[in-house]
């Protein structure tokens, strides 16, 4: 078995059937060949064109983050989630439109045909209702001539929702830089809580209703959708006031939680 690499000698022997080698930058190209002989003067030859191409996959989740959050949202059972191919197929200097190029999803590696086709570079779907459900999507990608032909695979799983209270202050607004967690007050003094509740699917969020309790009583809430509470501290008063929320979707008992904390009285 003779290698060629652009028509010079790179490996030669009996039972060298494997070569492995370096691509050149994108839009190179590199001419295989291997020219295949046996004894009784019987010969295959065999060539292929390489083309080095790149594919990034990245996702985005249909969850909710508040607005002042620099990272992404994450995707809980049952949400949404869209993985985008981002290819960069090249032949010399000319890069091939990505609309042009036909995609080939997976999901667990069972073809998705409806989401697969030319200049489908997003597949959405739905996450399982089960929690630490996790997936690998993968996408093979070509043109149209088979001139370059990639694949590329990415796991994706589902997290638990993450309940954070923020403190509110008067004079600097919502401490965002800082969850609260435990804070202490002075009696007869005052703070004010906001729930976030990171990760819920949008469409749930949109729909949620709150339930504030405090030491075990449940208060009236005048807007359920209310996500603050202010609690006042009596004059001389100490110890520990436990502050719940709880969290529903009325339309979906599916998606409902709670999350307590602490507010020490001084």
């Known amino acids: 078995i003779t290698w060629y690499i652009n028509g010079k000698i790179v490996a030669s022997g009996r039972g060298v059937t494997t070569y492995s080698f370096t691509v050149g930058p994108m839009g190179s190209s590199d001419a295989i060949r291997a020219l295949v002989s046996t ?10 064109i390489i083309r080095p191409a ?24 049952g949400s949404e989630i869209r993985i985008i191919a981002l290819p960069d197929f ?6 091939i439109n990505p609309a042009e190029l036909i995609y080939d999803w997976r999901w667990d590696d069972n073809q998705v045909g ?25 996408v093979r990608i070509k043109d149209a001539g088979e001139r370059i032909v990639q694949e590329e695979k990415i796991y994706v799983q ?14 600097a607004g919502l401490k965002t830089w800082r969850a609260a967690t435990n804070p202490a007050v002075p009696g007869g003094g005052e703070i004010s809580l906001q729930f976030e509740p990171f990760y819920v699917s949008i469409a749930d969020f949109r729909k949620i209703k709150f339930q504030w309790t405090v030491n075990g009583v449940k208060l009236d ?29 009325p339309k979906n008992l599916l998606r409902q939680g709670s999350a307590t904390m602490n507010v020490k009285i001084n």
């Not at 597949?123 to 929690?131: I, L, Q, R, V």
């Not at 501290?233 to 110890?239: F, R």
């Open 114 to 138: 409806t989401n697969s086709g030319t200049g489908k570079n997003i597949y959405s779907f739905k996450f399982s209702d089960m929690e630490d459900t996790s997936y690998k999507i993968s």
């Open 54 to 77: 790149q594919i990034h996959l990245t996702w985005i989740a249909d969850s909710y983050t508040p607005a002042w959050y620099r990272g992404a949202g994450l995707p809980l059972p």
């Open 39 to 48: 004894s009784s003067g019987i010969t295959k030859d065999v060539s292929k």
């Open 158 to 171: 589902a997290y638990r929702m993450r309940p954070l209270f923020y403190e509110i202050d008067d004079s």
């Open 221 to 249: 809430n005048i807007n359920s959708r209310n996500r603050t509470l202010r609690l006042i501290a009596d004059p001389g008063n100490s110890g520990n006031q436990s502050v719940k929320v709880d969290f529903e979707n």
């Open 90 to 95: 090249r032949i010399g200097n000319v890069q």
